[in-house]
T-cell receptor, first 114, second 112 residues
């Protein structure tokens, strides 16, 4: 069974640009969550989608947004990029549905802002 | 989210010894906990989980202990191997969604 796939693996952008990151969950998983990982702040929850609906949102500005498609694939978008947005963005999937199933992570997209 | 320093706490153990990694969680309402292992250049890898109605769960070479009274989790790795070298994170689930709150992480170094 294929794991969580994130594309692209690396991305370089400049301040003010926008970026879209993609995540394909494990087959059969309906919940997709996004996390930001930085050396200073560690792993922080961005948002979670289940059945195309945002079910939970972390404490990030509105420049960070996401969506989920009917096949459970998800994208996140960051607009008006700032230097502080440089981070590893991780996607995780689970069966969802409030069943306390473990989330499984992809290897992330490394975003660097110049 | 948690604010962590640039320098992770580090646990250095000799190959073959047992390792114990500790974690304090923040929310007394959390009812589900997970340990992850993260190697350089990779995403966190699921190791073991435990629900709040249990105080111990064993896997292959790993054991998780949960003490709800003091909000403490530990991960025990038996016969630590070089391949166990990584950063280990505990995570808590404070509600019934998939939002996880991660601990600061501990770097495990295994030397021969």
């Amino acid at each position: 069974k294929a794991g969580v796939t994130q594309t692209p693996r690396y991305l370089i952008k400049t301040r003010g640009q926008q970026v879209t990151l993609s995540c394909s969950p494990i087959s059969g998983h309906r919940s997709v969550s996004w996390y930001q990982q930085t050396p200073g702040q560690g792993l922080q929850f961005l948002f979670e989608y289940f059945s195309e609906t945002q079910r939970n949102k972390g404490n990030f500005p509105g420049r960070f947004s996401g969506r989920q498609f009917s096949n459970s694939r998800s994208e996140m978008n960051v607009s008006t990029l700032e230097l502080g947005d440089s981070a590893l963005y991780l996607c995780a999937s689970s069966l969802g549905g409030g069943t306390n199933q473990p989330q499984h992570f992809g290897d992330g997209t490394r975003l660097s802002i110049l | 989210g948690e604010s962590v320093g640039l320098h992770l706490p580090t646990l250095s153990v000799q190959e073959g010894d047992n390792s114990i990694i500790n974690c304090a969680y923040s929310n007394s309402a959390s009812d589900y906990f997970i340990w992850y292992k993260q190697e350089s250049g990779k995403g966190p890898q699921f190791i073991i989980d435990i629900r709040s109605n249990m105080d111990k769960r064993q896997g292959q070479r790993v054991t998780v202990l949960l003490n709800k009274t003091v909000k403490h989790l530990s991960l025990q790795i038996a016969a630590t191997q070089p391949g166990d070298s990584a950063v280990y994170f505990c995570a808590e689930n404070p509600d019934n969604t998939d939002k996880l709150i991660f601990g600061t992480g501990t770097r495990l170094q295994v030397f021969p």
